[in-house]
């Protein structure tokens, strides 16, 4: 087993293994070199890798089989064979058995490897299941008889009982679930703010602690919230259901004049972020707020990365995300703008620092290439040199935007700014473009033509022309296609996949003590990449304080168990806090307006409050007959019936 504050341990064999090797295996790197093995045709013994959850197994040789629900065979990417070559001769001038060394590094094709599934992938399998009636039917009933081994003593009805019960008698029983499930709100946000909890506060007079809230889960509520999220909260928002969704937006706005939370107490744990954008700013901030030291360093002389870069200020006003950034120095972030980091200042951080988070975002833009994509504007260089002051000279000009997405269609909205006489964008499918994004280029006279697949752009005829026989006039080509990042800095150890980080969903890498998170691992929104930063901080934080770290697991509460019935359609205008959250509906989550009490024919429902002011609502069970009215009418969904046994 790996203690990830060391180097993985290392066990060595020349020959070959015994039987059950590697059960258990929690870690660590095994190498079996197949030399003059006692058993040719199973290097590896009887029943090998049984319950291995971790680690790694190179062998050269045969094998009569492992078990394959623990782990899978691999064969060896190019960083294995670059590991098993240069720590092989060790291993041989060990045991003076160094003549064998070009016979077993002649080939990678003689050597496989095998790993654990991840529990991520074992979760994923499909698992056969059968309900309690048919398997009483199909499997018990044949084995042991119609009733059970005790037929012969049950007089009464089994399916339908005869009279009201109480007790262990009830066939259902109700169950306060108390945020059991994640309101939609919460559940669809990637960086799981709880809106809900944020209306409860403000409806109980606390607006400071629900406005603070709020921090600990995003550093750039003002900005993202705010202004430029697509708010995925709102559209899944429950009340939506009834008139509009609440209105999130404006609540992450008000937190912009607050100041930094205070940090946890210093731990003394040293973490580098390379890259300054959301995600880096996230994880940066989270771990700050923890109480470790953090080194947080950016190639532009400013904080923020695309948000900074390449939003349209008329989309994102510049002062909000300026005082959103002042507060990473209240909480003792180190920044090192300007700092381009290549592979020797990496190895450098690495061995500095106790992790080090890749957060460098995509900034390499991705071109199609076809005759005259040379003359082509790549649309990440026509956003930054806008929002720097740069003049493109587009009065009366005809553009052509390739992509149709979000970023495609600020490109509309910035052209048409540097005075174009108009802006048609295309695609090969329908766009992907939505929300304010795609609203704005519209009300600017933006065009939007697909499916269009470009054929060439001739940039004297000032023609682009398509494989549909089609063209447009084009005095300028920009391409917005998306970007890739720029991955040349980092160290072996650390592996990509098709110009991608490769990670899990926690955000590890193939280093321990490298973390990737942003648009370094995938494309995502902006909310993504805080929500990735916020998970990452959560597991870097308990690595390094020895717990385990586990995450909350939650479904979201399906829409049918809320009652709109109970809510009145609103006809508010403007914002005011308070009336706002008087509207969130609070799915999933008590409302104490004692309802359930209140229908209860038999009083079986009580309210208990404890000493710290938290309360519950409890069931006598020798009151309650499981007849489910607290279930039907609970508004917020909390209440459930479930099978008595």
Not at 409 to 423: I, L
């Amino acid at each position: 087993k790996q203690n990830p504050r060391f180097d993985p341990p290392q066990s060595w064999y020349f020959r070959n293994t015994g039987d059950s090797f590697a059960e258990f295996k929690a870690g660590g790197i095994a190498v079996v070199c197949g030399v003059d093995s006692r058993d040719p045709e199973n290097i590896l013994g009887y029943r090998p890798c049984v319950g291995m959850v971790g680690g790694t197994i190179y062998f050269r040789g045969k094998i009569k089989g492992y078990s394959d629900r623990d782990v899978k065979l691999l064969d060896l990417t190019p960083q294995d064979w670059q590991w098993l070559t240069g720590n092989i001769k060790d291993f041989l001038s060990a045991i003076d058995r160094l003549s064998y060394y070009d016979e077993l590094t002649r080939s990678s094709d003689e050597w496989k490897k095998l790993i654990a599934y991840t529990p991520a992938e074992k979760k994923s399998w499909k698992k056969s299941s059968m309900d309690a009636s048919d398997f009483r039917k199909n499997i018990w009933e044949k084995e042991v008889g119609q009733g059970g081994i005790f037929a012969k003593y049950i007089t009464h009805d089994q399916t339908i009982l005869p009279y009201i019960t109480t007790g262990t008698e009830r066939r259902s029983k109700p169950l306060w679930n108390n945020e059991k499930y994640l309101p939609p709100c919460a559940y669809n946000c990637p960086t799981h703010i709880p809106s809900h909890k944020r209306a409860t506060l403000i409806r109980q007079g606390k607006m400071k602690e629900a406005l603070e809230l709020v921090l600990r889960y995003s550093p750039l509520p003002a900005t993202v919230c705010g202004q430029i999220c697509p708010n995925l909260c709102m559209q899944s928002c429950s009340r939506g259901k009834i008139d509009r969704p609440l209105n999130i937006k404006e609540l992450g706005n008000l937190a912009l004049k607050l100041p930094a939370p205070k940090p946890a107490k210093k731990t003394g744990h040293k973490i580098a972020v390379i890259g300054g954008g959301p995600a880096g700013l996230s994880a940066a901030w989270q771990l700050g707020l923890k109480g470790h030291l953090v080194d947080l360093y950016e190639a532009a002389d400013k904080l923020g990365g695309k948000i900074e870069l390449c939003i349209p200020r008329e989309r994102l006003p510049h002062k909000i995300l300026a005082k959103e950034i002042t507060r990473f120095n209240e909480i003792g972030v180190t920044t090192h703008l300007g700092k381009t980091i290549n592979q020797k200042a990496f190895e450098k951080i690495y061995k500095g620092h106790d992790v080090v988070v890749v957060a460098c975002g995509a900034h390499k833009p991705r071109i199609i290439a076809f005759p005259g994509s040379e003359d082509v504007m790549p649309a990440i260089d026509f956003l930054k040199g806008v929002n720097f002051g740069k003049d493109f000279s587009l009065k009366n000009k005809k553009v052509v935007v390739i992509g149709a997405g979000n970023v495609g269609m600020d490109v509309a909205s910035q052209a048409f700014s540097c005075g174009a006489a108009s802006v048609i964008a295309v695609d090969v499918q329908k766009p992907a473009a939505f929300g304010k994004e795609m609203e704005m280029a519209k009300e600017k006279g933006t065009e939007i033509l697909w499916p269009k697949f470009t054929e060439k752009y001739d940039k004297k005829a000032k023609k682009i022309y398509f494989k549909d026989n089609t063209s447009l006039d084009a005095d300028v080509v920009i391409m917005s296609v998306g970007e890739v990042p720029m991955l040349d800095f980092l160290i072996p150890e650390v592996h990509t996949e098709r110009g991608w980080i490769t990670v899990n969903e926690l955000g590890q890498t193939s280093d321990v003590k490298v973390f990737a998170i942003g648009d370094a691992t995938r494309p995502g929104l902006v909310t993504h990449a805080i929500g990735q930063g916020r998970i990452t901080a959560d597991v870097i934080h308990s690595q390094l304080m020895h717990y385990d770290y586990m995450p909350e697991i939650k479904q979201v509460i399906p829409y049918e168990q809320v009652k709109t019935e109970y809510y009145d359609v609103c006809r508010l205008e403007g914002f005011e806090p308070k009336k706002e959250a008087n509207l969130c509906m609070s799915c999933a989550t008590c409302r104490d307006c004692h309802m359930c009490e209140a229908t209860c024919y038999w009083g079986a429902i009580s309210r208990v409050e404890h000493k710290d002011k938290t309360y519950e609502y409890v069931v006598d069970e020798d009151k309650c007959i499981g007849c489910g009215f607290c279930a039907g009418i609970c508004p917020c969904g909390v209440w459930e019936m479930t099978e008595n046994i």
